[in-house]
């Protein structure tokens, strides 16, 4: 099973090679990149309501606030195609370039994590992932490894039906 992270292409078989990372559940890609951790965090947004004289405030629901997903892997030093920067300089270039264009103006990106498959996401005019922060581990534990952490957030429209207040939230591809 292999997952991705792609830019500028409405599905990850669209992306050019220069625009995707695959990460292997097991071994054997050509980019030696491997998935060891994600975290999927839903915030909501819930409104206080100072109530300075009684026991509690007041809480109101807000819905939705924010959708993140950190995931963390690592990647062999040495590439299949030999280029021991390959996924280095793919990512370097991610976060150096704008996180959206006129195509996708809700973020460029789209993740498929073929193991945990709902938080899903191709770029589209109205929804998208943005690369937050990645960040490289050289850990001595590991030779021959460099460690990575990486943080999206979802942006767009994902209430799809009805009203803030009865909508369904069915965003996923």
Known sequence: MVSYIWRDAATVG?????NKIAFELATGTDDNGHIHQSEFKITTALADNEKPNAKLN???????????VTITGSIENKQADGDPNAIVAKVKN????KKTTSSYPKGRFG????DFTTFNANPSATLGYMIQDWTWVRDGDTP???SFIATLRLNGT???AGTEENGTYTWWS
């Not at 007041?58 to 993140?68: A, C, G, M, R």
């Not at 991610?94 to 370039?97: A, I, S, T």
């Not at 993740?111 to 073929?114: H, I, Y």
């Open 94 to 97: 991610f976060m150096c370039d």
């Open 111 to 114: 993740m498929a994590l073929n």
């Open 14 to 18: 669209a992306a050019s090679s220069a």
């Open 58 to 68: 007041e809480l109101q629901d807000t819905q939705v606030d924010s959708i993140t």
């Open 158 to 160: 994902i209430l799809t």
């Open 144 to 146: 021959g490894k460099t």
